[in-house]
């Protein structure tokens, strides 16, 4: 079983976070490589990386990619996402997880921008 | 004169406003719609977005359109990004300035996530 974990940074503002589990189902429903696809928020919000894994882990997943929906590389994408991905794959040796680039990595940014410009 | 001016939070960390600066050159040599392309940080980095749109007026800039490289629609992009447009605005009545919709809220977020969730 293939997942997919969106990691969003977390906010105060529950609409900020909502925004995110929306988008979550957007990705859940359009996509055809992932047998599951679930968010988790570094901080401030439900539920944590770990938890997230564990509960992907507990439905079945055999392959985990985590995906930071982050702009920037950070201290967040660099670090703390990869320390919370190690609690995990220590604790289930047996479940590959892998982390993929962050969002605002992926070339096609550009793109984007310039198809936000001209809405 | 038609200009762009991305608009990041800021980061205490430099890599993470150069990494703004660079997508900035890059959406800067890729695009076929504006004259100028320049970013602004809405703080913690220079320049700030006041100074960024009277540095495109100055260079002759008749329209602007100010793009929040944002995941999500919080206070920064709902009433920051707005107030500090609006200075410049009331400064510069006969140019043009326009908030398009921050980058979160694209629709090909959802393709770019699962492009990169290949990668």
Redo the contacts between chains.
Sequence with gaps: MNT?L?V?HG?R?A??ND??RE?TE??RR??R??DAVECAFLELAEPSIPDALRMLIARGAERI?V?P???????HVAEDIPHEIDIVAREHPGVEIRQ???????P????????????
Tied chains: 1, 2.
Aim: proline share 2%; no cysteine.
């Design positions: 997919l969106l969003a906010s503002r609409a900020s925004e995110v988008l957007t990705v359009d996509n490589d992932f990619v995906l929906y982050f702009l920037s590389a950070g201290r993929a680039p962050y969002l605002g990595a992926s096609g940014v550009v793109d984007l921008l310039l198809k936000q410009s001209a809405r």
